[in-house]
């Protein structure tokens, strides 16, 4: 349908020229903006394939650089990039370069998905951004300080460069909406709740909501009929209880702070130790935020890494740390995975996804041990194969376990498309 609107418009006396239709070949942008950072890929509309990704990183740094392409095409440039309003444009110039052959003009480009990480309470799904969607972000800055502030730039550049094209954000916490107040709220004064809107928000959402909806058509059964963990595994972790194709609950809270010990996070640990560190240390709140955000979890434990390879090489070295670290994360996982098998009254399939979840057979390994009583009978072969969607589970497990490689930019790319 979206074809037909921009074939009208070119027809438009203004537009001159009678175009070439087959030269209308329109594309969706994704945009993830990250705080110094920015991702990127681009949809053919009509077969959703990637025709073109990168990765700007180090925005605002003298040594910003764009990478970008596929397979053998990639290269790197370096750019001097001091915000995210000229990385978005190094982006575009990128795209119309015609030694790339991407896109001719910015009108091939239908429409932008840009991933923002909270919602809130204000959406439950994905919407079309207008000047209200722009408030009900920037109302979520508090609840997001580093995440809402660098969607917002990306969506103003946008705005600024492609005035007249569609953009969309689809939300890490709109898939976590459907949770009851049993699920979401804490047990605080519950005026926190109406007042400060206090409450679990979870994130990871488009990944659980993508891999849930993945895992029914691999198993081959309706959705609403399953009841599924998805446990998203990578630098951030998150695990999600999902009944009937609606997430019920899930590991992350108010912040993204919350659950599963992950890469440099320390997940969730008795709150008491805040103000005990603060007293003991001598230091502030922000600085006991930055010690559970950036030097915990995997990095803290081990002392050596956050990226679970490093820890797995170190161990394997005989370092102990790295070891402890490593039998702490499989510990974390099983321990939510478990208060959610037993939240749903037993699972269908709990399904593994992300750079973790996805990669380690060491970590599904260590997480599934000991369950096969449970139901959850792992296939220690099948665990050691790489690929696509599969089993890691034996055929006679109850419970399947599965892996499912997440596509969050798919995902919105589907979002996009569903509500032009
Ligand atoms: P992010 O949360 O940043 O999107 P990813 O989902 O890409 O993270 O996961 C990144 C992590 O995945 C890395 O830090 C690394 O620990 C882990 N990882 C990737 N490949 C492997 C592998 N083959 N074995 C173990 N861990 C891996």
């Known amino acids: ?80 990039l001091p915000d995210h309003f000229a990385a978005i444009q190094a982006v575009l110039d990128n795209l119309l370069d015609p030694a790339n052959g991407l896109i001719s003009s910015l009108d091939d480009i239908a429409a932008i998905g840009h991933r923002v990480v909270h919602g809130g309470e204000y959406f439950s799904a994905s919407a079309v951004i207008n000047d209200e969607v722009i408030r009900c972000i920037e109302e979520c800055i508090p609840l997001a300080p580093l995440h809402n502030p660098p969607a917002l730039t990306g969506i103003h550049a946008c705005s600024q460069l492609i005035p007249n094209t569609v953009q969309v954000a689809v939300f890490d916490t709109s898939f976590h909406q459907s949770m009851a107040p049993v699920s979401y709220l804490y047990p605080l004064p519950y005026e926190l709740y109406s007042t400060l809107k206090l409450r679990r928000y979870g994130f990871h959402g488009t990944s659980h909501r993508y891999v849930s909806q993945r895992a029914a058509e691999f ?36 912040t993204p702070l919350e659950g599963m010990m992950m890469g440099t996070r320390c997940g969730s640990i008795d709150p008491a130790i805040i103000n005990f560190l603060m007293r003991s240390l001598s ?5 006991v935020d930055n010690l559970m955000n950036k030097k915990s979890g995997l990095l803290g434990i081990s002392g050596i890494s956050n990226d679970l390879r490093d820890v797995i090489a170190a161990a394997d070295d005989g370092n102990e740390r790295s070891q402890l670290a490593m039998e702490m994360y ?46 959850l009978k792992l296939d220690a072969e ?15 497990s109850p419970v399947k376990l599965l892996v499912i490689p997440t596509n969050e930019e798919l995902m919105i790319v589907k979002d996009v498309i569903s509500l032009l």
Not at 283 to 287: A, M, N, P, R
Not at 342 to 368: C, K, P, Q, W, Y
Not at 386 to 392: A, K, M, N, P, V
Request: charged letters at 25%; a negative charge.
């Open 1 to 80: 349908m979206f074809v037909l609107v921009q074939v009208q418009l070119l027809f438009q006396p203004e537009h001159g020229v009678r175009p070439n239709l087959k030269e209308v070949i329109l594309k969706i942008l994704v945009i993830n903006s990250g705080s110094s950072s920015l991702k990127y890929q681009l949809f053919d509309q009509d077969s959703l394939e990637v025709v073109d990704k990168g990765l700007v990183e180090k925005i605002g740094l003298a040594d910003s650089f764009l990478k970008r392409g596929i397979g053998d095409n990639e290269r790197e440039l370096k750019l001097p």
């Open 219 to 254: 198993l081959g059964k309706p959705a609403a009929d399953l009841k599924l963990i998805t446990c998203h595994i990578g630098n951030g972790c998150s695990v999600a209880a999902v009944k009937g194709g609606k997430s019920v609950d899930t590991s992350m809270g108010l």
């Open 283 to 287: 230091i502030s709140s922000d600085e």
């Open 330 to 375: 499989a510990l974390s996982a099983k321990r939510i995975i478990g208060q959610y098998f037993f939240e749903l009254d037993g699972a269908d399939a709990v399904v593994m996804t992300a750079g973790v979840g996805e990669n380690s057979h060491e970590l599904r390994g260590m997480i599934f041990d000991g369950l096969a009583p449970l139901g």
């Open 382 to 396: 099948l665990n050691l194969k790489r690929g696509g969607e599969r089993y890691i589970s034996t055929d006679d």
